[in-house]
């Protein structure tokens, strides 16, 4: 309510005002900072002489020009031109002026010191030319003070006013319209209520939806969740935010031109962002859905229609999924490719954002699909069949639509039969390694729709840009010729000499201006006419009486007519009429009426209004046009080639004969005449030995034909390999994030995961690491070979153009013989040349219609001076720039036989970045291709040597899974010493150790069977004896009162039962001893002495030679000793006999040890061991002697392993063998 209060209270009050108020504190900024600077210029003056130039160049943007009483100290920019009429400027002002550069505001201080005057002007840019497109609106206007440009600045009346300090209107300004602007239209305290309204409302409805979808109201946060989006959204189009917080590049209108819905890049990767949050929400609740169990329980047809329907469903965001990645490439400034540049900038990086959320949009809505395909079609035959009928109703409604189904939508095809017969997307929900190959895959499938929406566009703009060039060739009249007779018009008239030559009191005058103008004011590009310069003096007639050549009055009237006028207009389009003139220097049979262009351009020098005299230009066109060079700071940006159209070829054919060829295809034997009837070629294009040719009809019947390399396979995996890469890296910044927030130990990863992830990434961050610094070493490399190269070929120019300033400065060659040399010589290096004095200011320069324009200065790069003059460097290559041409230029110093510098040498090389970042893209391509095919290929790689590793366990686990006592348990079979076999083999030995356990258990329960027998045999005897002993004794009791012998009898009966009850009972209870077995030892032994007494015992014989290397003791292990000692003896009495009897063998015995174990080593110099029996060494009875019994190392082996340890060999054959014996180290007792 506040903000909507305040939004109708102050609604359009701030449009206008706001704007203004934002360029006025701008321009007070920029006039405080500028005065700072130029105070501290001030102060470092001396009190007396001259300060060095370095001293008073400061490191700032702002340019500033210092005079010494009327004489040029120093400047700070090479850029800019400053008008002598601006020396007239009142000290300690602020005003505006206008240049042939654009407005600027003019500050001015003064200061004497010294005697001496001193006068500092400093320029800010307003509105600067330069020679920018200025089809880009805004683009010249000076951005820290203009965020966003005005429709119009006018340093006159005609608009708002910007005032300076003293309150003087320094220019005028309108504002932009409010389509641009709008956002200026609403209070920013309504924008930031409203901002913050959203903010609390978006975290009230993110617990709602959690709310409803805790209770299971799944339907009703899903609603919630759309509005809250669609309301959003529609809050910042209407107010454009955040366009009205901050000016962005990415939400900028004019970069991106979208549909109402998505007017800037940055609303578009918005609505992207919305669409992606809503997908994952339906992702993550639609299996709990009522409607989900409801279509599990419908009837099989209705599955099936369903399943169809949703397929179709798959195909239809695919398409979508096209269009915006073609929108993308379409309506926008940027390109997604990576073959074009390698120059980031907001807008490309906001495009390759929306790609990677458009593909994860198109990887969930997929992901969806399938999910609900495999639910309703579990059968995969039914499901193949309707996954093949989709694909065919596809194919017909694209064909009834109009849309071309080109290849790439098989993929898309490909893609669900591969989730469909794998069940990726079951993984999608866990985190295992399925679930990164479903990722990656479908990252593969959305960079191939990216590479495949680059090709198509680029091919179709190499098709435009090419039919443009053609139609420019070809076309009756040339804008570029005509551009350059125009500015070649304006320059020519301020030219004094020439207005002193057309007096008509110069004797041979005519020569003089015609051989002037040709020298110092023509292009090398008008090379291609053949040109006749006609004077004339102030009354029109012609200089110097020449024969046939009519008065300036005729040429008006037969050529400055409307018809043929041209959009200059002192220049005419004349190409159906003869020549002007019969001059010798024009070739009469180079013209046939209607082939070739023909100009005629009026130049008239006058002062006050009154003419001076005139001069007519009058140029044909050659049959053969040869190559040149533009003056490219003065261009526009529609007459600059490109780099492609820098190395197209062409040729133009007139009635299907050849006329002319340019560039490095053969046409005459490569291109056949019959494709110029074929209609592909002027619509698509037609590839024919390995180049791409597009045709363009002209006029009278001309065919020009445009050529160039064909996009090579190489293109386009690099421009795979770069999407799929991102794609990739978002994934693993995704996977990393999901780590993070639940930690690493807590994923349910299983342990082939684990390898597998492990595996890559010990793969993938060594290799990045080692790319990078590659990238970074050939970059450099390239970047000062680039630099050397241009310094050695300005080194080896200054040695001609030494001589040539040395002869000028003596005065022996005239200023424009002087200027024809060096242009001979920029000509045939095919390059710009410009000469300075010692001071750094212009002497010539073979491009004079750059600084004779106005457009640039003639003063040297300050840095150029500063190293060259003042700090007597030799050559320096600067970076410079001009509006948003970008160059590297060459000064090198030209001395004299006695060292003193006669001037310096510029030479600009236009090409020096381009040329750099083409080499730095091709290094980036082929590190991007590599990448990504060690990367594919190291994905399969890992999954294979996981699976291999984990085998071994599966095999172990289900061996385990089996082991049983009541059968026998066989030992697996494993023959590498690797941590599985000592794996393996513990197991093994764990079996062995069953198997004794087993019978020892056998024998223990007899025992304790024959116990509880015999303990159940002893109670059941004595329960009777004891009642019986009782009875027996009562009765004794009972008959004693009878005859005393008979008592007796009975007396000594009972006691004779009595003692044999006893004895049964003592017997009973001996029935239940049972005797117990001891269990075994181990032996812990000292392993150095029993390697001295092998060593001693063999020490003695002469026929061999053994030495022994131990490390200190003492060293313990477990095992046998005795059986050890053996098994040395054994390998030493082997090793000698090893050995031919030509040599005497020598052994030698070594102890030491490695991590935790003890290492024996028995190496000899026998014949070794021969490559086919290797793998038998070890085998019982096997031996190669004819006396051996083959038993010796088998047993060895056996010993060695059943103490825990390994035994091997090394072989050479005819070097030796080496026998290693590995035993754990154990505590000594």
């Known amino acids: ?87 007239a400027a009142p000290p300690n002002e602020t005003s505006a002026v206008t240049t042939p550069q654009g407005q600027f505001l003019l500050l001015t201080k003064y200061k004497e010191t010294g005697g001496s005057r001193y006068r500092l002007f400093a320029l800010i840019p307003l509105h600067s030319t330069f020679g920018d497109d200025k089809s880009i609106p805004g683009l010249a206007y000076n951005t820290d003070i203009f965020h966003v440009a005005p429709q119009s600045l006018s340093l006159q009346t005609g608009g708002e006013p910007v005032v300076g300090p003293n309150g003087n209107a320094l220019f005028y300004i309108v504002s932009p319209d409010a389509a641009i602007y709008q956002s200026r239209s609403v209070p920013q305290q309504s924008l930031w209520l409203v901002s913050l309204a959203m903010l609390l409302l978006g975290v009230h409805v993110v617990l709602s939806v959690r709310f409803f979808k805790n209770r299971h109201r799944y339907g009703l946060g899903l609603a919630l969740l759309l509005a809250f989006m669609l309301l959003v959204r529609w809050l910042m189009l209407r107010f454009s935010i955040p366009l009205a917080f901050h000016e962005s590049t990415i939400f900028n209108p004019q970069n991106y031109q979208g549909s109402p819905l998505a007017p800037s890049l940055g609303d578009l990767l918005l609505n992207c962002v919305c669409v992606l949050f809503v997908l994952m929400y339906v992702n993550g609740i639609y299996f709990r859905t009522i409607t989900y169990r409801l279509l599990a329980r419908s009837g099989g047809a209705f599955q099936t229609l369903f399943s169809l329907l949703i397929l179709m469903v798959g195909y239809v965001a695919y398409y979508l999924y096209y269009l915006e990645l073609v929108n993308i490439y379409e309506k926008s400034l940027f390109t997604l490719d990576i073959t074009l540049s390698i120059h980031f900038s907001a807008l490309k990086i906001s495009s390759l954002a929306v790609f990677v959320i458009l593909s994860a949009i198109y990887f969930m809505v997929v992901h969806l699909v399938v999910s609900l395909f495999i639910r309703l079609t579990p059968n995969r035959i039914t499901g193949l069949a309707v996954i093949l009928s989709s694909a ?26 591969i989730l469909y017969l794998s069940r990726l997307t079951r993984s999608f929900y866990g985190f295992r390694y399925p679930t990164t190959v479903y990722y990656f895959l479908g990252a593969m499938v959305c960079a191939v729709m990216a590479t495949f929406v680059v090709e198509k566009q680029e091919a179709r703009k190499d098709t435009l840009n090419k039919k443009e060039f053609g139609r420019r060739l070809v076309s009756d009249n040339d804008l570029y010729t005509e551009f350059l007779l125009g500015k070649t018009g304006d320059v020519i008239v301020k030219d004094p000499e020439l207005i002193t030559l057309l007096s008509g009191k110069v004797p041979l005058a005519r020569e003089i201006i015609r051989q002037r103008v040709k020298t110092n004011y023509l292009d090398d590009y008008l090379n291609q006419y053949d040109v006749e310069v006609i004077p004339f003096d102030s009354a029109g007639k012609p200089l110097d009486s020449v024969d046939k050549v009519q008065d300036y009055a005729y040429y008006r009237n037969k050529y400055a007519r409307p018809a043929i006028a041209t959009a200059n207009p002192t220049v005419f389009l004349a190409s159906d009429m003869p020549p002007l003139s019969t001059s010798d220097t024009v070739s009469k049979t180079a013209f046939k009426p209607g082939n070739r262009m023909h100009y005629i351009s009026f130049v008239r020098f006058g002062v006050s209004g009154q003419p001076t005299g005139y ?32 190395e197209y070829s062409y040729a133009i054919y007139e009635k299907g004969q050849q006329l002319y060829s340019n560039g490095t295809f053969n046409y005459e034997r490569k291109f056949p005449t019959s494709n110029l009837k074929n209609p592909e070629l002027y619509q698509n294009g037609l590839t024919l030995s390995n180049y791409r040719h597009v045709g363009e009809m002209g006029t009278r019947d001309r065919v020009i034909v445009v050529s160039s390399k064909a996009w090579e396979l190489r293109g386009l995996l690099a421009n795979f390999s770069f999407l799929y890469l991102i794609l990739v890296v978002v994934v693993s910044l995704v996977i990393l994030a999901h780590a993070l927030r639940y930690g690493f130990m807590n994923l349910p990863l299983t342990f082939s995961t684990k390898i597998q992830v492990l595996l890559n990434a010990a ?7 080692v790319l990078f610094f590659v990238l970074r070493v050939i970059s450099d490399n390239y970047k000062e070979n680039q630099k050397n190269a241009h310094l050695d070929n300005s080194r080896n120019l200054s040695a001609n153009v030494l001589s040539l300033l040395d002869n000028y400065e003596q005065s022996r060659m005239s200023q424009a013989y002087f200027g024809q040399q060096i242009q001979q010589i920029a000509r045939d290096a095919d390059l710009d040349i410009n000469l300075y004095d010692t001071t750094g200011h212009l002497i010539l320069s073979s491009q004079p219609l750059v600084y004779q324009s106005g457009l640039i200065s003639k003063l040297i790069n300050p840095l150029a001076r500063k190293q060259i003059i003042e700090q007597k460097e030799y050559q320096v290559l600067l970076d410079e720039s001009l509006g948003r041409k970008e160059y590297s230029t060459a000064y090198t110093g030209l001395k004299s036989y006695d060292q003193q510098l006669l001037g310096i040498l510029s030479i600009p090389y236009f090409d020096a970045k381009p040329s750099l970042d083409r080499q730095i893209i091709d290094i980036v391509a082929s590190v991007l291709i590599v990448f990504t095919v060690m990367l594919l290929v190291f994905l399969f790689v890992s999954y294979v040597a996981a699976n291999l590793l984990i085998d071994p366990l599966r095999v172990l686990t289900k061996k385990i899974s089996t082991t049983n006592l009541d059968q026998l348990n066989e030992p697996l079979p494993w023959h590498s010493n690797d941590e599985i076999g000592t794996l393996i083999k513990k197991y093994n030995k764990m079996l062995l150790n069953l198997d004794m356990s087993k019978q020892t258990l056998s024998s223990t329960e007899k025992q304790s069977a024959w116990r509880d027998m015999a303990r159940q045999v002893a109670h059941e005897i004595k329960n009777p004896l004891t009642p019986m002993k009782l009875k027996i004794q009562q009765l004794q009791r009972t008959i004693r009162r009878d005859d005393p012998e008979a008592l007796a009898k009975v007396n000594l009966a009972m006691e004779s039962i009595i003692e044999q009850i006893d004895n049964i009972g003592y017997i009973a209870q001996s029935f239940s001893d049972i005797a117990k077995m001891p269990p075994p030892q181990n032996e812990v032994f000292e392993v150095t002495g029993v390697l001295n007494k092998a060593y001693e015992l063999h020490s003695n014989d002469k026929s061999l030679a053994i030495s022994r290397e131990f490390a200190p003791g003492p060293l313990f292990v477990s095992g046998d000793s005795k059986q050890f000692g ?102 000594p007792i």
Request: proline share 4%.
């Open 763 to 769: 793969f993938i961050l060594p290799l990045l690491i």
């Open 1126 to 1227: 053996a098994s040395i003896n054994n390998l030493i009495i082997n090793a000698q006999q090893s050995v031919p009897e030509s040599r005497l063998a020598e052994i030698v015995l070594k102890l030491y040890t490695h991590n935790d174990t003890v290492i024996v080593e028995v190496k000899d110099n026998g014949s070794g061991i021969a490559q086919n029996i290797r793998s038998r060494v070890f085998l019982p009875n096997f031996t190669t002697r004819e006396d051996g019994t083959g038993l010796g190392l088998a047993m060895a082996k056996r010993i060695i392993e059943y103490a825990g340890g390994s035994i091997w060999f090394e072989t050479e054959e005819g070097t030796g063998t080496t026998f290693f014996l590995s035993l754990p180290l154990a505590e």
């Open 392 to 417: 065919l109703l596809a194919a017909l409604m694209s064909w009834f639509l109009g849309i071309h189904f080109e290849w790439i939508f098989p993929a898309h095809l490909a893609y669900i039969l």
């Open 615 to 646: 001069i007519v230009l009058d140029l044909r066109q050659r049959r053969s046009t040869p190559l040149s060079r533009n003056p490219e700071l003065i261009l526009d940006d529609r007459f600059i080639q490109t780099h492609e159209t820098r």
């Open 1 to 87: 309510m506040a903000a909507g209060g305040l939004y109708f209270a102050e609604k359009g009050g701030a449009n206008r005002e706001t704007y203004l108020d934002a360029v006025q504190h701008r321009v007070a900024d920029r006039l405080v900072e500028a005065q700072g600077i130029m105070d501290q210029v001030l102060g470092l003056l001396p009190p007396s002489g001259d300060k060095p130039f370095t001293d008073l160049l400061l490191e700032s943007h702002l340019p500033y020009f210092l005079y010494k009483d009327s004489t040029l100290l120093m400047w700070s920019d090479y850029r800019y031109v400053f008008d002598q009429r601006m020396l």
